[in-house]
């Protein structure tokens, strides 16, 4: 597995990285276990929280630096690469701040005696983590974890290895003791070692399905937790009594953002009859005025994909889909003229059930149209994926839009907005999309030992 910085806009390699060597990761491996064992287990939650609180200073007081790092690797919009930089922070500063009140011991009621539930920290955890948003998921991973007690080890996307080291340097300077935050430059089979580790305690990922099966199957082997953050198709329902200009500005912002690249991106538009012809032509033109150019640009409103292979396999997927009885109504292929991983902003209509598309995850900027009677059909078809990350449901009645949510097989939704992600709401899946939750005072809960403790 190489792990190389490429830049997305014009195909230049900015630097290469070596994978570490077996005996490396051994020196690594127990670095990290003794950091658990003899210091940061037994740090108090201010001694922790000051070292996040550090981090998240140096995020907001350096932010240009960090940003531009995401956008010359993974091709991301300045703007957006800046956004991330401070949600990054925020997220760090949030567990700083709740971690103690969150972990904090639970009497338990009970006849005789007394009893509590105490958390406290499991140990050394590995978490494998996608290119998509390098410094955000890491975030998620990271600030709840060594707030807990716990020391993380990351093994980053093999195309963001300059993000994965500045976030490194980050905890180093912010006064993480060696051992406690660990970058890892791994190799497939490296994996599979850092897994089977006793002294690797639990594993997150996020990523592919395909990569989840594997980490989970591994992980269990060795009776180890997993949490799996993994991909989505996110239904965007509108009912007839939308506003419609603000179901298209959030359909727009939701499909684009990214270039199409998250997993919470509204991918599948399910539209009621009444209001389907005009909101697909108000999206359609919305689509079409996305102008590519340099990412660092802050002119420049369409970002290249991750990297050319993301691109053919877009281009791959819509071909299919046509080939299947899909009608493209817009865009489909490589923007000409130039000559980075640009994707034309894409709509797909016509899909039907034996189309490949139905039920597949497009990673980049298509959407999945489709127009239906009401709101019970809304439901059905919505339902009807492998995924269930989020989705969204818009209406001007929020009492009707709350029950068509209940009724929606998936970790969120989101009323009257695109997905959205905020230090305090937990973010998860269900079905393939995963299991476990990030984010909020669920987040923190996953890796620690809920200690019964009992006095008769």
């Known amino acids: 597995m190489a792990y190389q910085s490429t830049n997305p806009y014009n195909g230049k390699v900015l630097q290469t990285f070596a994978q570490i060597s077996d005996a490396a990761l051994e020196d690594k491996l127990r670095q990290a276990s003794d950091c658990f064992d003899n210091d940061w287990r037994d740090k108090s939650f201010a001694d922790r929280a000051a070292v996040l609180r550090r981090a998240a200073s140096i995020l907001r007081e350096r932010p240009q630096e960090f940003a531009e790092l995401i956008t010359l690797e993974m091709g991301k919009l300045i703007q957006q690469s800046l956004g991330e930089v401070a949600l990054s922070a925020a997220i760090l500063d949030y567990y700083a701040d709740n971690a103690e009140r969150f972990l904090a011991p639970e009497k338990l009621a009970t006849p005789r005696g007394e009893a509590m539930v105490e958390s406290s920290p499991i140990g050394v955890l590995f978490g494998v983590e996608p290119w998509n948003y390098p410094y ?5 991973f990271a600030a709840p974890n060594l707030m807990a007690g716990n020391v993380v080890m990351v093994k980053h996307a093999s195309s963001v290895p300059q993000c994965a080291e500045a976030w490194e340097r980050l905890m180093h300077e912010a006064g993480a003791p060696p051992g406690a935050y660990t970058n890892l430059f791994l190799s497939k089979e490296q994996v599979a070692q850092v897994i089977d580790d006793a002294r690797i305690r639990a594993v997150a990922l996020t990523g592919s399905e395909a990569a989840g099966a594997v980490v989970a199957a591994r992980a269990g082997q060795n009776l180890k937790k997993t949490t ?8 965007f329902i509108v009912l007839e009594d939308a506003d419609l200009d603000k179901a298209v500005k959030h359909a727009v912002s939701g499909r684009m953002g990214n270039a199409g690249q998250a997993c919470t991106a509204s991918k ?9 012809d005009r909101f697909l ?3 359609q033109a919305a689509l079409e005025n996305f102008k590519p150019g340099d990412p660092m640009d802050r002119q420049t409103t369409l970002a290249p994909l991750s990297s050319s292979e993301a691109l053919k ?3 791959g997927q819509v071909e299919g889909a046509v080939a299947g009885g899909a009608r493209l109504l817009t865009g489909g292929g490589r923007i000409d003229g130039e000559e980075g991983a640009f994707m034309q902003p894409t709509i797909l209509t016509d899909i039907d059930k034996g189309n490949p598309a139905y039920r597949q995850e497009f990673f980049g900027p298509v959407a999945l149209f489709f127009r239906v009677p009401d709101e019970d059909a809304a439901v059905a078809l919505a339902n009807d994926s492998p995924f269930g990350l989020g989705g969204s449901v818009f209406t001007q009645d929020i009492e009707r839009g709350k029950r068509l949510a209940r009724r929606i097989d998936t970790g969120m939704v989101f009323i009257n907005s695109g997905a959205a992600s905020s230090p305090e709401l937990p973010f998860g899946g269900v079905k393939n999309s995963g299991y476990g939750r990030e984010l909020s005072g669920a987040g923190i809960q996953e890796f620690v030992n809920k200690k019964l403790i009992r006095v008769s």
């Open 268 to 276: 599948r538009f399910i539209v009621v009859d009444a209001l389907a």
């Open 136 to 140: 955000y998921q890491i975030a998620r």
């Open 313 to 315: 396999n877009l281009l």
């Open 228 to 235: 799996l953050e993994l991909g989505g198709s996110d239904a």
């Open 281 to 283: 032509d108000k999206f």
